[in-house]
């Protein structure tokens, strides 16, 4: 007879993971976020070693909270010992080691058993993360560095992921599962993808990585990623002026024409004894994953069909408003816009990952009734009913993803403002506060502003 307790010692999990969710053990953290308490946050991670399978998830969450407390240099290393799991895990799919072990844990318990692979889209927001770290501390180059990397991250993704979506759908189908009869009954997340068309293409890390390097006059680089991003939000203004201003800064006659015809014309020309203020707005916090059961029919050992119960984990609910942020300005106003929406960069990113989530859930429930009825023969009704109550027990939904993310990100630029003290009239949900920056000629006045629940602060540096 299997033991759960020899099962965990041998594995990289604890026993509250086997039957406790992820999001369930986030709660005391996430409750403390949504209060501002991001100290008391990000001290309520679940704490684990180096060697267990959420220990980057564990970093990631720390290190976002402690970004928000404004300790960059806590920040600073629980993203770095996130990343360093990152590479580990790229290292140990390419000589595949590590995981089978695993993997046949998973068998008998649940996925909460497998590592947890960071995604892209996190990928891309751990670095950009890190960049804005290195940019507080002064270090241009450090932040450079992390924004090349998020954008690495970006175009391996868009190589590897449909070829990635075709191999787990037809793993899916060979267990004689239908796509239609998953989604059907599911509860349905379009609402909360929208348009999106992938999981990992983030205009907001092109914005910043563009703004960094416009920074450190790589104009070129800037030009890219800024039309990078116009791509992903066409309809955003601030976006169609820099796509405009570094066209015709950097002489492409051909390429201003077309985006003015589309866009209209640059508005303001670059004045001296002037500098920016640009802006980004971090807006709520992702949902949590919960959990949803399904019944669908699948091949059995028997090589016939035989209904089982699936616990899938699911994002519910509809995009919440967005709210813009207002600035006021020497009598004039000015609104954010959106550059990415990451909950539905999140729940896109689940949609394409459940092919391979039922696939693995499938094997597992094949697996789990044969011990059920091998125990049965062997220990009678007793042997039976604990295998029974185990099963139903240890089923659950991997509900892990970096929980404590924004909601949305969005964007604001003033450009050519008189130097000099400034004082900001910010509004956000009917609530006013002002801001004093100094604006440096030919510089950025970076202002980080987020809002979660009641809470609202900010961050400033000029660069």
Partial sequence: MFSVATLVGCTSIGMSDLFFGYSQQMQESRSAQLRGDFVLAAASVISVNSHHNNYGLSQLEKARLQFLAHDGLASQKSFELAYQQVQAQEQAAKIQISSSLKKVSAVVTNDNAIGYEIPSYEQGMLHSYQALNYLYQGNLEGALVEVRRANLVQERALKTNQAELYSAEEAMADKGINSNNLYENLPAMDNLIGNIKNSFQNAYTFYLSALLYETGKQYNDAYI?????LEIYPNNTFLQQDVLRLANKLDMNEDYTRFEQRFGRYQTKDQKNSGQIVVIFEQGIVSAKEEASVNLPIFNTRADFKFFTFALPVYRGRLSTLMPLSISLDEKSYLSQEIVR????????????????????????????????NLSKSAGDVGNILASLYNIASEKADTRSWSSLPNNVQIMRLNNVAV???????????????????????????INFTAIGNYTGYQTINF
């Avoid at 990623?225 to 991003?229: H, I, N, S, T």
């Avoid at 009239?425 to 801001?435: D, L, M």
Wanted: aromatic share 4%.
């Fill in 342 to 373: 990451l909950q539905s960069l999140a729940t896109k990113d689940l949609q394409e990952k459940l092919p391979g989530l039922v696939t693995r859930q499938a094997i597992r429930l094949v697996a789990k009734e044969q011990i059920r009825q």
């Fill in 420 to 446: 000099g003290h400034k004082k900001l009239t910010v509004s956000y949900s009917g609530v006013k506060q002002v801001i004093d920056i100094e604006v440096v000629d030919s510089k950025i006045t970076l």
């Fill in 225 to 229: 990623d800024y039309k990078r991003a």
